[in-house]
């Protein structure tokens, strides 16, 4: 069955329809497809548009074509050319000629602009409430780690130490971040294009308000043209997505490398980690990995719709139904590599004393070495030299700074004193760093305060 047979004597050619049709991804809309046809339904019925009577007889049928498909009683027949087309159809088989009214200024134009909003706004808070789920587990970590000590890197060199805490709020920002995104594009996106129909809306008196109402838009859009032919929400949405996954992926780098043999900072559940088919010691990050490989595919579903969007004339084109497999697609991914990383981490264990080590044997307290010469009076491009000295013969003594002894630190300056072991300690190099945002034992109290506060 067709919606639009009427012009039409000869038969569509059968490739054709199996280009043309979207019901094998778009029925994913069912839900959202039948409570905008019962908005629609309803506000038929109050305008005096079609017979009350009729209006509740179409809202009764859609209910009950949403509930068995819920219940699995009715299923969705991919013959149909798209699930527009399939609830319709099924309306009219069950309650006759009422069913041929719903249709009644409105467009599938308008009527998938309205669908495919609808579900990212929902998509918007499924993943949003799966992020804030990995955000707990993140404060938790944090929290558990305000005094485990590793080398924080820039270049991949160890560089000044930080803590697990700090290392691991940085993620906890990109992730506030992330979620601002998705609430931000939802509120732009939160417009009704019911009523827009075709492109320059209809003659009949619709009451858009009252649909827009019905389904908790803030508002109908307010030009009919760039009701149909906008899809910027989803654009943003899959922006918003791809910076998502662009953080994740540098996480699952870093996991990548703190589970490496050599680094070994930590260990991967078993329930999160995989095997080799013919090495039998291996044990490999594969979700870290996948969650990496995935991020390509996002941005690719992002650069698809962009390039599909990109030429398009107003106002609706059928180019436009290539967004629905990228946005389901991206959906997926989304959720479950958020889900997945999370898990992971919140299994994951810290091998601490190594880490620490790492902090220890990397030389991250050699700013602080010379920051003590230059706290004793010395100004700091002579601690720098002295300090570097003191690095070269420790690389060929296999030593750390704070292994050196009193007097093996005065072969390089006299200036240095007992107190030189705990300035340079890992504790003190890091608790002495005192600015807002630093690693710091007092920064990161109130770090943590913001974060709880965050997620209360
Ligand atoms: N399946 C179409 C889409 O996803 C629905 C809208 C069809 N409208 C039309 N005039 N052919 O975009």
Known sequence: MKLWGGRFTGETNELVNEFNASISFD???????????IAHAKMLGKQNIIPMEESDKIVEGLEGILSDIESGKLVIDDTYEDIHTFVEANLIERIGDAGKRLHTG??????????????????IDVLSDNIRDFQDILLRIIKENTDTYMPGFTHLQKAQPVTVAHHF????????????????CKKRLNYCPLGAGALAGTTYPL?????????????????SMDSVSDRDYLIEFLDAVAILMMHLSRFSEEICIWNSNDY?????????????????????PDIAELVRGKTGRVYGA??????????????????????????????????????????????????????????????????????????????????????????????????????????ELHAFSEVFDEDIYDAISLKTCVDSRITTGAPGRASMNKAIAYYEDYLS
Not at 169 to 184: H, N, T, V
Not at 207 to 221: I, Q, S, V, Y
Not at 383 to 406: P, W, Y
């Open 207 to 223: 009451d858009r308000e009252f649909t827009a109402k019905e389904l908790k838009f803030t508002g109908p859009t307010r030009n």
């Open 302 to 407: 992002l650069m698809s719709v962009l390039t599909s969007m990109k030429a398009i004339p107003l106002a609706y084109n059928k180019d436009m139904q290539e967004d629905k497999e990228q946005l389901f697609d991206v959906v997926y991914t989304a959720n479950m590599s958020v889900v997945l990383f999370a898990g992971m981490i919140d299994t994951m264990k810290f091998n601490k004393d190594i880490m620490e080590n790492s902090a220890k044997l990397g030389f991250t307290n050699a700013t602080d070495a010379a920051d003590y010469l230059v706290k004793k009076g010395m100004p700091f491009r002579d601690a720098h030299e002295v300090i570097g000295k003191i690095v070269l013969f420790c690389i060929d003594n296999n030593k750390s700074i704070d292994e050196l002894s009193m007097t």
């Open 264 to 284: 070994n900072f930590v260990e991967l559940d078993d329930a999160y980690s995989t095997g080799s088919s013919i090495m039998p010691q291996k044990k490999n």
């Open 106 to 123: 409105r467009s599938r134009n308008d009527q998938v602009a309205l669908d495919t909003r609808m579900y990212v706004r929902e998509q």
């Open 169 to 184: 709020g940085a993620y906890f920002e990109m992730l506030i971040r992330d979620r601002d995104r998705l609430a931000d």
């Open 27 to 37: 029925k994913k809309l069912y839900k959202h497809d039948i409570t905008g046809s």
